[in-house]
C-alpha cells in the first residue's frame, strides 16, 4: 500500500505519546483517539518499539511492558486513529539497550575509559551509535512495525544518534576515530584544546551519519515511508553540543523535522532556577522555516513543568503563548503527553490551552497553509561561532548576545528569520534589507565575500562585538575580516570596560552627535555600558555616534564622579556605502548587556540601528508594549500580523494581561489597492488608515493570541 504524505505539506496540530510500561495495563486506544479528535488533532506519533515495546513483537530480545500481555496496542492506535482521519506516526527510541538486549550483546553499549558500561538512571545502559544496535536488532524491529502495521511514518527518538553528553571508549568508536585522527580518542574534554574539537566535528559527523543511516534503513523497508528524528536548536546549548548535534547537518536527512522546545525551567537541589527563554519557540520556528524551507517543521513543547516535574501541567496561559509563537512562525506544534494519553493524566488542566489553539488553527487553516515570512531582516546565526567560539562558556560568549539582539527586535516588534551562516548566497540574502550579525566571530571567506556582495548591491549590516574576527576554528585574526564593511581598523585589544581598575565602577557609552540612530534618545548624554568591547579606529568617512565614557566608581557617593576626558573609544559607527547599503557596528556588548539587563535604551538603539539600516522600509510598525511578540506571514495578496500577547509578569504567567488599542501599520506594497483588515478571532472588520506608504489599523484588544488580517478586497 502507497503512502500519501501530501498530508505534510500542510500546517498541522500534533500530539507526541510516551506510553510507559503501566500505560499498557489499560490502554484505551479509542479513548485516546476521540480525545484527540475533540482536541483537533491531525498527527500524533508514540512509543511502538524500543525499551517500551506496546505491541506483541517476536523478536527474541523484544522487552515488552509487563502489562502488555497479548495485546497489539500498536495496532489499535492505528486502527483508531485512522477511523477518526488522524495520522499516526510509530516511534522506535535505539538510545538505550533493555537488559536482555545489552546481556546478549554487551559491544552495543556506551563505555566510559575503563570500559564500564554508562548506566541510566532506569538501570538500562546507553546504547552507542557506533556499536551496531541499529544495524542488529534496531533493524528488524523497525522492519516488524513497518510491515505490520500501517502507519503514517516512522520516527525515532532523539537518543537514537548522539552521543549523549559523554565520550564513548567502545570498541566502535575507538577504532573508526582512530582510523580518521591517527591518534586516541580525547582522555577528557577541553575546548581550548585542539584534539577535542577535532573530537567533537568527528561525533558531530557520525551523528549526520546515523540520521541518514537510520532514514536509508526505513527507506530500504517502505521506500515511500516519510522519516523524522527528534533534535534541538542552538537554544538547548548544553545537549546541542555535549551530544554532537547539529541539526543544520541532520535536517537534510529527514522528511519532517521535529525541535524540542521542551524544557522552561530547571531547578537545582539549592532551588536555583534557570528559566529558558519565554521566546524559545518563536526563536526556534523562525530558524528551523529558513533552514529547511521544503520540509515541514514540528515543534514540540511539553504539557509538564519541565524540569523535572512530568505530572503536574503547565498553566494554561504560559502554554498558550508559548505555543502560539510556533504557529506565527510557520511551524507546527506539538504537544509532549509524557505518560500516556489524556484520559490518564493526573492534572487535566493543561489540555485546554493546545485545544483552543487547535480549533483556532482548525477553523483558520487557510491562513496559515503555504504561508511564508514577510520579514526583510534577517539575524545571521553561526554553529561555528558557538561551538568553537563559545568554547565551555558558550552561553556568555556567544548565544546571551544573540538573544540580546533577537529580544530588542521582539520588543520593538521588528519582525525577523533566522538564518543559518551556512547559507549566505544570493538566493538567500536577496529576500532581505537588513542582516544583523550578533558576535558572528567565527567567519569564513566566503560569508565575508558573500556579504560584501550583499552591500554592494544595496543591502545593510548591523553587526556587533568581535564579529569577524576569528577564522573558523575560532583563531584570532589581526584584523576583522569585514574591516572594509564595518568601517572599523581593530587595534588589537578587546579590553574590559572598567579597563585595568578594579571592579565595583560604573561605565557609560557616551551619546555624540544627534543622528536618526539615537531617536528616542534625547535628554540624555548617556546610556548603560558594561562587559567587553573592541578597540577600533574608525576609518574615514564613516560617522562616530557613540563613545565610551570615562568610567568612576560607585561609591562612596560623594566621590561617584570622574574629572578626567573621556576615552573616546568608538561605541558605534556608521556608514553609507556607494552601493546605497548601510552599516552599523557596535563594537560592545551591548546585546549581550541588553539580554542580561534589559536596558530600554539599549533595545531602543539596536532597533534603530536596524531601521536606519534599512532605509525606514520596514514592512509594519507597530505602537505597542514590548511585550507584544508580532511576525509578519504572507500569501499572494494578503498580510497576516500575528500577535502575541506576554504581558503575563512573572513565569510561569498565571494569567495574560489583554492590552488594548494596538497600533499595525502594513506597507501597502505588501497587500495592493484598496485592502480590508479583520481580525481572525471574530472576523470583524477593522478600519484602515491611509498613511502613506503603510495602511494603518488599531486592534482594539489582544487577549493571548490573534492575526491581524490586511488583504486585497
Known amino acids: 500500500m502507497s503512502i500519501d504524505s501530501s498530508w505534510l505539506r500542510k500546517r498541522g496540530r500534533g500530539i507526541h505519546l510516551t506510553i510507559r510500561d503501566i500505560d499498557c495495563k489499560d490502554f484505551d486506544a479509542e479513548r485516546m ?30 522487552r515488552r511492558s509487563p502489562w502488555l500481555g497479548e495485546q497489539d496496542i500498536t495496532g489499535a492506535i492505528v486502527k483508531a486513529a485512522h ?101 586516541p580518542l580525547p582522555a577528557r574534554e577541553d575546548w581550548e584544546d585542539p584534539e577535542w574539537l577535532d573530537y567533537h566535528r568527528w561525533r558531530v559527523q557520525k551523528t549526520s551519519e546515523r540520521v541518514r543511516f537510520l532514514r536509508d534503513m526505513v527507506k530500504g523497508i517502505r521506500p515511500d515511508m516519510p522519516v523524522m528524528g527528534n533534535g534541538v536548536c542552538f537554544g538547548a546549548v548544553d545537549w546541542t553540543t555535549n551530544s554532537g548535534l547539529d541539526i543544520e547537518e541532520m535536517a537534510p536527512f529527514q522528511d519532517m523535522v521535529q525541535i524540542e522546545a521542551q524544557d522552561r525551567v530547571r531547578i537545582d537541589d539549592q532551588l536555583n ?39 503536574a501541567a503547565v498553566d494554561y496561559a504560559e502554554q498558550k503563548v508559548f505555543m502560539a509563537q510556533i504557529v506565527a512562525n510557520g511551524a507546527s506544534p506539538m504537544v509532549n503527553l509524557s505518560g500516556g494519553p489524556p484520559a490518564v493524566h493526573e492534572d487535566k488542566r493543561g489540555f485546554r490551552a493546545p485545544t483552543e489553539l487547535y480549533h483556532f488553527l482548525r477553523d483558520h487553516a487557510g491562513y496559515y497553509d503555504g504561508d511564508r515570512s514577510g520579514a526583510n531582516v534577517a539575524l545571521v546565526y553561526s554553529q561555528e561561532t558557538l561551538v568553537y567560539y563559545g568554547k565551555s562558556d558558550k552561553e556568555a560568549r556567544y ?6 539582539y533577537e529580544k530588542a527586535l521582539q520588543e520593538n516588534q521588528i519582525p525577523f528569520d ?33 556579504l560584501r556582495a550583499f552591500v554592494e548591491r544595496g543591502g545593510s549590516i548591523v553587526a556587533t562585538f568581535e564579529t569577524g574576527l576569528y577564522d573558523e576554528r575560532a583563531r584570532r585574526r589581526e584584523d576583522f575580516l569585514i574591516a572594509d564593511l564595518l568601517s572599523a581598523r581593530y587595534l588589537g585589544e578587546t579590553p574590559h570596560v572598567d579597563g585595568e581598575e578594579p571592579e565595583g565602577r560604573q561605565n557609560y557609552h557616551r551619546i555624540g552627535p ?25 576609518a574615514k568617512g564613516a560617522e562616530v555616534l557613540m563613545t565610551l565614557a570615562r568610567s568612576f566608581i560607585i561609591f562612596p557617593e560623594g566621590l561617584s564622579y570622574t574629572a578626567e576626558p573621556d576615552l573616546g573609544h568608538p561605541m558605534m559607527i556608521a556608514r553609507t556605502h556607494s552601493g546605497g547599503g548601510r552599516t552599523v557596528y557596535l ?29 525606514g522600509d520596514l514592512p509594519i510598525r507597530c505602537d505597542a508594549p514590548t511585550t507584544i511578540y508580532a511576525s509578519l506571514r504572507r500569501q499572494e495578496g494578503r498580510a497576516m500580523v500575528h500577535l502575541v500577547n506576554l504581558t503575563g509578569g512573572q513565569r510561569y504567567f498565571a494569567q495574560v494581561v489583554p492590552v488594548r488599542d494596538i497600533g499595525v501599520r502594513v506597507r501597502k506594497s505588501l497587500v495592493g489597492a484598496s485592502p480590508r483588515a479583520f481580525l481572525l478571532s471574530d472576523s470583524r472588520r477593522i478600519d484602515l488608515r491611509d498613511e502613506g506608504e503603510y495602511c494603518a489599523a488599531v486592534v482594539p484588544e489582544l487577549r493571548d493570541y490573534d492575526v491581524l488580517v490586511v488583504e486585497t478586497m
Open 399 to 404: 548565544l546571551e548576545g544573540f538573544r540580546g
Open 418 to 450: 533566522i538564518i543559518s551562516a551556512k547559507v549566505l548566497d544570493r538566493s538567500h540574502l536577496d529576500r532581505y534589507r537588513v542582516l544583523v550579525l550578533p558576535t558572528f566571530a567565527c567567519m569564513s571567506d566566503a560569508s565575508a565575500d558573500a
Open 273 to 311: 532556577a534557570r528559566w529558558q527563554s519565554p521566546t524559545w519557540t518563536g526563536e526556534e520556528a523562525c530558524y528551523m522555516t529558513s533552514v529547511t524551507e521544503d520540509r515541514p517543521i514540528w515543534i514540540v513543547v511539553s504539557y509538564f513543568k519541565a524540569w523535572p516535574w512530568r505530572r
Open 33 to 62: 483517539a476521540q480525545d484527540f479528535a475533540e482536541m483537533g488533532v491531525t498527527f500524533f506519533s508514540f512509543f511502538a518499539g524500543g525499551y517500551v515495546t506496546t505491541y506483541p513483537s517476536k523478536l527474541p530480545y523484544s
Open 587 to 615: 563594537p560592545g556588548q551591548i546585546d549581550r548587556l541588553h539580554w542580561k539587563g534589559g536596558f530600554p535604551d539599549l533595545s531602543r538603539i539596536m532597533a534603530n540601528a536596524v531601521d536606519w539600516a534599512a532605509g
Open 83 to 183: 477511523a477518526r482521519g488522524i495520522k499516526a506516526i510509530a516511534m522506535a527510541d535505539l538510545s538505550v539497550l533493555p537488559p536482555a538486549v545489552a546481556e546478549a550483546h554487551p559491544e552495543w553499549a556506551s563505555v566510559d575509559s575503563e570500559g564500564r558500561p554508562y548506566v541510566g538512571t532506569s538501570g538500562m545502559r546507553t546504547a552507542c551509535i557506533m556499536g551496531g544496535y541499529a544495524e542488529g536488532y534496531g533493524r528488524e524491529m523497525v522492519r516488524e512495525i513497518l510491515e505490520q502495521y500501517d502507519v503514517d511514518g516512522m520516527k525515532f527518538g532523539g537518543g537514537s544518534y548522539g552521543f549523549h553528553g559523554v565520550v564513548c571508549y567502545c570498541e566502535g568508536c575507538r577504532r573508526d576515530y582512530e582510523r580518521a585522527h591517527r591518534r
Open 514 to 538: 544627534r543622528h536618526e540612530l539615537l531617536a528616542g534618545l534625547e535628554g540624555t548624554e548617556l546610556v548603560p555600558a558594561a562587559g567587553r568591547y573592541c578597540l577600533v579606529e574608525a
